[in-house]
């Protein structure tokens, strides 16, 4: 397709996207740094109250609990779904709280702490969909001024975060049950390896930096997978949005490059695709985890497009003529 003013908007919009993806990145990597932390100094009060020389006979560890850390367990479930009622039906059962042997306690925190982190990644990956989705609006929408306007003012614009954005696409993308998933399969990680580090006879900084590690990289692949696959949905789904009442018609655009997938090419060279029938993940992108791809207006007969579009919103054909100019 020929370098279109609309391909070079969207060329400037996703550059600002990219910016912000980094801008997220980098804060979660400040927060999984201090989960990190924090969860190495749990190991080392673990280590300071049953081991000794910085090693853990396995066999303590199968002894009942401190009566006061399981109600203290108990306490910190309850608060959490209090303050996130959405995760509530994560909450374990009071009376299996009390049958936890210290294994099983320590085990039981590393589970909530993966909830606690998945609740704050929601709400910050969530904030950031929610501006994607805002500024891909503004920077398509062809009329109302909005699209001949400068392209550095429109990609420096925050983007409006609502509380209703937040919920749309924590639920209905389902970012919510990708991060519980997410985290419910890293905490199991986490006790398998402390299970299984305690037993090998690990030292306290062994299991301390091996815990570290693994905490940080699964969360980071996750909220990056998160962060690329639904931004890409979002942009697309608000792409549509915006184009839908002048076009019926799409193409698929990929970045052109030695990364893009034989399905995405393929796509690419097919269509044009009905916007009625557009499917994320058959037509549409995403296509797959980490899909980069895009869509891009599709019209076969100009002239007729024109004459709908001047009858369709009571303009000039001069209008007409410069909206379907940044298309072709």
Same mark, same amino acid.
Do not use: F, V, Y
């Given at each position: 397709m020929a370098d279109t003013y609309w391909i070079k908007r #969207?060329?400037?919009l996703l550059k600002a996207l990219e910016k912000d993806e980094e801008k997220i990145k980098k804060r979660l990597a400040k927060l999984y740094l201090q989960d990190a932390q924090m969860l190495e100094r749990e190991i080392a009060l673990y280590y300071a109250k049953y081991g000794e020389n910085g090693v853990i006979e396995f066999r303590k560890l199968l002894e009942a609990a401190d009566p006061v850390q399981r109600e203290q367990i108990?306490?910190?479930?309850e608060s959490f779904? #209090?303050?996130h009622p959405e995760y509530a039906h994560l909450t374990p059962q009071r009376e299996n709280i009390y049958k936890l042997n210290r294994l099983e306690a320590?085990?039981?925190s590393i589970r909530l702490r993966a909830m606690e982190s998945a609740a704050r990644d929601e709400q910050l990956i969530t904030a950031h969909l929610s501006k994607v989705s805002e500024r891909t609006r503004i920077g398509t929408n062809i009329r109302g001024g909005a699209f001949h306007k400068g392209l550095a003012e429109i990609a420096s614009r925050p983007g409006r975060v609502?509380?209703?954005d937040m919920s749309y696409y924590a639920t209905t993308l389902g970012v919510r049950d990708y991060l519980i998933t997410d985290r419910l399969k890293m905490a199991k990680y986490l006790q398998t390896d402390f299970a299984q580090g305690i037993a090998r006879g690990d030292s306290y900084k062994k299991m301390a930096k091996d815990l570290s590690d693994r905490l940080q990289n699964v969360s980071r692949k996750d909220a990056h997978r998160i962060i690329y696959t639904e931004g890409t949905h979002v942009h697309a789904e608000a792409s549509k949005e915006a184009i839908k009442e002048d076009f019926t018609e799409y193409t698929f655009s990929t970045y052109n490059d030695d990364k893009v997938c034989k399905i995405c090419r393929a796509l690419e060279d097919h269509g044009p695709f009905k916007l009625s029938e557009a499917t994320a993940g058959v037509n549409f992108p995403p296509m797959h985890p980490y899909c980069r791809c895009r869509i891009e207006p599709h019209v076969s007969d100009w002239d007729k497009w024109m004459d709908d579009y001047v009858e369709r919103h009571s303009t000039t054909k001069e209008e007409a003529q410069k909206i379907?100019?940044?298309f072709r």
């Open positions: #969207q060329i400037d108990w306490k910190n479930w779904a #209090q303050s320590e085990q039981e609502t509380a209703a379907a100019g940044d």
